[in-house]
């Protein structure tokens, strides 16, 4: 599936909903069928009001495969299909009970329950620091581990979203190289998918929109290069989203200078006034 078109279509078969639906007050349902079957390429914005009516969110992590917390298969199972769903409330409370504690083992266990808890104070509380502090002991069940693995490599990224949030730019520049470390040759699993969205995500929370978008086509190339669709749309709403926001800032940066220099001729604004605010 390497055509946008394929791609939107199959993520609106997935949310269960019809042409019509979809196209409702943002397009006609002919144009969508055009833009659904290759024939007709989306503007940004049509493409980011079709995301949003397909629900298409920035601030949701997906996981291709979940990880095991514990030794108990009906108690996996369970955590999956919460976080699937994305009950953060009852997953919170679930990882919290005895009987799940009693049940986290290993070190890999360990990793995953704090990578959870994080997740569910992200969504549910909104304190960064909280979360932070909780990626961090997820991290710290890793360090026995030689192998970078791919739970690893999302702590690190979760991690660097976080810090783009508090508007720590070296510190999630750092933790963004961290997990793409030698990504390319490691066994591909679909989550790694989910390293250059939050990588590209991060860099956008800091204005860093050059980056941001070059880590969104990387993405699309690393997803298409091993047939996998997983996070695709995401990543082109994403794309999508970065390019409106840089115009808009283009556009900014121009009336902001054309009126500094009202009393003087502007034919064109150079390129760099642009680039060296990114």
């Known amino acids: ?31 969508l069928s055009e833009i659904e079957n290759n024939k007709y390429n989306p503007s940004t914005q049509l493409l980011i009001d079709l995301c949003q009516r397909m629900s298409i969110s920035f601030e949701e992590i997906i996981l291709a495969q979940n ?13 999956s299909t919460l976080y699937n769903a994305h009950n953060y409330q009852d997953l919170n409370l679930f990882l919290v009970r005895k009987r799940v504690l009693a049940d986290v083992q290993t070190d890999k266990h360990t990793q995953a329950y704090y990578f959870y808890l994080s997740l569910c104070a992200l969504h549910l509380d909104h304190k960064l620091d909280h979360t932070k502090e909780l990626i961090k002991l997820s991290l710290a069940s890793s360090n026995n581990s030689r192998k970078q693995t791919t739970l690893t490599r999302l702590g690190n990224i979760i ?4 810090y783009s949030k508090q ?5 999630s520049i750092q933790q963004i190289k961290m997990a793409l470390n030698n990504i390319e040759n490691v066994k591909y699993e679909e ?9 590209a995500l991060s860099y956008f929370q800091i204005s860093r929109y050059k980056p941001a978008l070059d880590m969104v086509r990387r993405g699309i190339n ?3 290069r091993n047939a996998s669709a997983f996070m695709l749309i995401n990543n082109f709403y994403l794309l999508a989203y970065i390019k409106k926001t840089v115009c808009e800032r ?15 001729k502007i034919r064109k604004l150079p390129a760099t006034v642009f680039y060296k605010t990114v």
């Open 222 to 224: 690393f997803s298409q």
């Open 167 to 171: 508007n720590l730019r070296s510190s």
């Open 191 to 199: 989550n790694l998918n989910i390293i250059y969205f939050v990588a």
């Open 159 to 162: 991690l660097a979203y976080i």
């Open 67 to 79: 990880f095991k917390v514990c030794r108990d298969i009906q108690l996996n199972k369970r955590i």
């Open 1 to 31: 599936m390497d055509n946008l078109g394929d791609i939107l279509r199959e993520t609106r078969i997935s949310h269960q909903l019809s042409q019509i639906e979809t196209s409702d007050n943002i397009c006609s349902q002919s144009t």
């Open 250 to 264: 283009r556009l900014k940066i121009k009336h902001s200078n054309i009126h500094k220099y009202s009393n003087k």
